[in-house]
């Protein structure tokens, strides 16, 4: 059920960042810098694949921890689209509300602190489907010829009204080509461990080319695997009782 439903979401938002990647950088120089918050608000609206998990998290609970963990992807990856600089920050203190006209989400961002790293703690109300909450951290811009390097740690919790839960912790890095010749505008590498409230527990890899791997398990039996690249799309695919494979 899952093998598309993950390789249309992540496939589509690298699709529409690479498309605009030859322009971003003449943006950049000529208008006022990104704000992360509202970078990170407009991501987390994108709730798409929680909407579908919803509906099969009581019959296919690792499907569905796969849908948040591809969530996690898209957040990570939208939250960092075309910054390629430090960006602009709120105020300590400062709560930023972004809403969906789609499905009427409303995301809460709060500032909590500057240093020594930005920090924020977010919660998102979708109706009909749950409440996300969690915190995020990035770290100080660190350049490596022309490409800027942030770390993103994130906490998440996904509650839905039906009772299911999953929990994601990352640590993620985005990159950033300062010059529109240093190579693909964003890239995001690193780990997120999974797990959830009906036994399942998961290890997602993103490597700095961009290939994507990771298991889903259960007690001891592998339920689902990630393969793929964020360039062409990452999939899961489930296991039946009995043909797991090591």
Same mark, same amino acid.
């Given at each position: 059920?899952?093998?598309?439903?993950?390789?249309?979401?992540?496939?589509?938002?690298?699709?529409?960042?690479?498309?605009?990647? /030859?322009?971003?950088?003449?943006?950049?120089?000529?208008?006022?810098?990104?704000? /992360?918050?509202?970078?990170?608000?407009?991501?987390?609206?994108?709730?798409?694949?929680?909407?579908?998990?919803?509906?099969?998290?009581?019959?296919?609970?690792?499907?569905?921890?796969?849908?948040?963990?591809?969530? !996690?992807?898209?957040?990570?990856?939208?939250?960092?689209?075309?910054?390629?600089?430090?960006?602009?920050?709120?105020?300590?203190?400062?709560?930023?509300?972004?809403?969906?006209?789609?499905?009427?989400?409303? /995301?809460?961002?709060?500032?909590?602190?500057?240093?020594?790293?930005?920090?924020?703690?977010?919660?998102?109300?979708?109706?009909?489907?749950?409440?996300?909450?969690?915190?995020?951290?990035?770290?100080?811009?660190?350049?490596?010829?022309?490409?800027?390097?942030?770390?993103?740690?994130?906490?998440?919790?996904?509650?839905?009204?039906?009772?299911?839960? /999953?929990?994601?912790?990352?640590?993620?890095?985005?990159?950033?080509?300062?010059?529109?010749?240093?190579?693909?505008?964003?890239?995001?590498?690193?780990?997120?461990? !999974?797990?959830?409230?009906?036994?399942?527990?998961? #290890?997602? #890899?993103?490597?700095?080319?961009?290939?994507?791997?990771?298991?889903?398990?259960?007690?001891?039996?592998?339920?689902?695997?990630?393969?793929?690249?964020?360039?062409?799309?990452?999939?899961?695919?489930?296991?039946?009782?009995?043909?797991?494979?090591?």
């Amino acid at each position: 059920m899952l093998n598309t439903i993950l390789k249309r979401v992540v496939g589509a938002a690298v699709v529409a960042a690479g498309a605009t990647a /030859a322009t971003a950088g003449a943006r950049y120089v000529n208008s006022k810098r990104i704000n /992360a918050g509202e970078k990170l608000g407009k991501a987390l609206l994108d709730t798409q694949r929680l909407e579908e998990a919803g509906s099969y998290s009581a019959s296919e609970s690792e499907a569905a921890l796969a849908a948040c963990a591809a969530y !996690l992807i898209n957040v990570a990856y939208n939250a960092a689209s075309g910054i390629s600089g430090p960006p602009a920050m709120d105020a300590v203190g400062y709560e930023r509300k972004v809403s969906s006209e789609r499905s009427s989400a409303v /995301a809460s961002i709060i500032t909590t602190a500057h240093e020594p790293d930005t920090r924020w703690q977010f919660d998102v109300e979708i109706p009909g489907v749950g409440r996300i909450s969690g915190s995020r951290r990035l770290t100080s811009a660190k350049f490596s010829g022309a490409r800027m390097h942030m770390r993103t740690p994130d906490t998440m919790s996904i509650r839905f009204e039906n009772g299911y839960v /999953a929990n994601i912790e990352s640590d993620l890095e985005f990159s950033g080509g300062l010059l529109p010749f240093a190579g693909p505008r964003t890239m995001i590498s690193g780990s997120a461990s !999974l797990s959830d409230n009906r036994g399942n527990v998961g #290890r997602l #890899r993103i490597e700095s080319s961009g290939e994507v791997s990771g298991t889903i398990t259960r007690g001891t039996d592998i339920v689902g695997r990630f393969d793929g690249s964020l360039e062409e799309g990452v999939t899961f695919r489930q296991y039946l009782s009995g043909t797991q494979t090591s």
